[in-house]
């Protein structure tokens, strides 16, 4: 499985922008693909979760704020990650994750930069 993380920048404080994590290979191992984020100095952190069957999971620092979903049309395997309200605190990279079923296996893509000025 490879994941190709795209859509980091620069934004002022509540600003939006929107992440993407395109899956490629054999996809149909992945049970859930989530974003997590590194901040300088800080240990890497789950942000957002999204599983086989839909089901969602969000850090509690970025609900209400973030949403992740997933582009269900065939032959698509990219999950978005649309972040609003943006904090300064949300400055990190941000990296895609996919975990494998019924296995340890973790597949990470490259991180994507994010940068929220105050």
């Known amino acids: 499985v490879q994941l190709q993380a795209s859509g980091g920048g620069l934004v002022q404080a509540g600003g939006s922008l929107r992440l993407s994590c395109a899956a490629s290979?054999?996809?149909?191992?992945?049970?859930?693909i989530g974003w997590y984020r590194q901040a300088p100095g800080k240990q890497r952190e789950l942000v957002a979760l999204?599983?086989?069957?839909?089901?969602?999971?969000?850090a509690d620092s970025v609900k209400g704020r973030f949403t992740i979903s997933r582009d269900n049309a065939k032959n698509t395997n990219t999950v978005y990650l649309q972040m609003n309200s943006l904090k300064p605190e949300d400055t990190a990279v941000y990296f895609c994750?996919?975990?494998?079923?019924?296995?340890?296996?973790?597949?990470w893509g490259q991180g994507t930069q994010v940068t929220v000025s105050s």
């Open positions: 290979g054999s996809t149909f191992t992945i049970n859930a």
């Open positions: 994750n996919a975990n494998r079923i019924l296995s340890t296996v973790q597949y």
């Open positions: 999204i599983n086989r069957g839909g089901s969602t999971n969000y």
